[in-house]
C-alpha cells in the first residue's frame, strides 16, 4: 500500500500538472494574438505534454490502488505584455514544477517508497530538460528578439516542434 503522505502529493501534482496545461495554453493564446504562430504551438506542445505527465500519475496512482481526487484548475494569473514575458514565466514556472516533483521525490525517499522514486526519475530528467528548453528559448530571444528577421526564423523553427507522447513504462 501507497504511502499516505506520497499519494496525497502525486495526487496534488496532478491537479498542478493540469494547472500547468492551462498557463501554457494561456501563453499559446498571447502569442497568437501577437502574430507568432510558431510560439503558440511551441506552448501548445508544452501544453500536451503537461496533461500526458498529469495522466502518467493518474494511472500511477490508479495502478497502485490509490482513489484520485480531481480539484478545480485556478485560471493562469499571469499578465503578459512584451513577447519575453511568457519566456520567463515558463522558465520560472518549470523551476518551480521541479522543485514540487523533487518535495513528491524525497517523501517516497523518506518512507523507502523505492517504486515511486524509479517511477519519478522519468520526471526528474523530463524537468531538467524543460528547464533547459525554457533556458535555451530566453537565450535566443535574448540574442535575436530585436530584429525583425531573426525573429521571424526563431518563430518559424518553433512552429516546426512537433508533439511526441512520452513513453514512460508504469
Do not use: C
Request: net charge negative.
Amino acid at each position: 500500500m501507497m504511502n499516505e503522505k506520497v499519494a496525497n502529493l502525486l495526487n496534488d501534482q496532478i491537479n498542478k500538472e493540469f494547472y500547468s496545461a492551462y498557463l501554457y495554453l494561456d501563453m499559446a493564446n498571447f502569442y497568437s494574438r501577437k502574430g507568432l504562430s510558431g510560439f503558440a504551438n511551441w506552448y501548445e506542445i508544452q501544453a500536451k505534454e503537461e496533461q500526458d505527465h498529469a495522466m502518467l500519475m493518474y494511472q500511477y496512482l490508479h495502478n497502485n490502488d490509490v482513489v484520485v481526487t480531481l480539484d478545480a484548475i485556478a485560471k493562469p494569473d499571469k499578465v503578459f505584455t512584451t513577447i519575453m514575458d511568457p519566456l520567463k514565466a515558463g522558465l520560472e514556472h518549470e523551476k518551480y514544477v521541479t522543485s514540487l516533483i523533487n518535495n513528491i521525490y524525497a517523501a517516497a525517499q523518506e518512507v523507502n517508497d523505492f517504486r515511486t522514486t524509479q517511477f519519478l526519475d522519468w520526471f526528474i530528467k523530463e524537468q531538467g530538460e524543460e528547464e533547459k528548453n525554457s533556458t535555451d528559448l530566453i537565450t535566443k530571444m535574448e540574442l535575436f528578439g530585436d530584429d525583425a528577421r531573426s525573429l521571424y526564423m526563431l518563430n518559424s523553427e518553433l512552429a516546426a516542434r512537433v508533439y511526441s507522447a512520452p513513453s514512460l513504462v508504469l
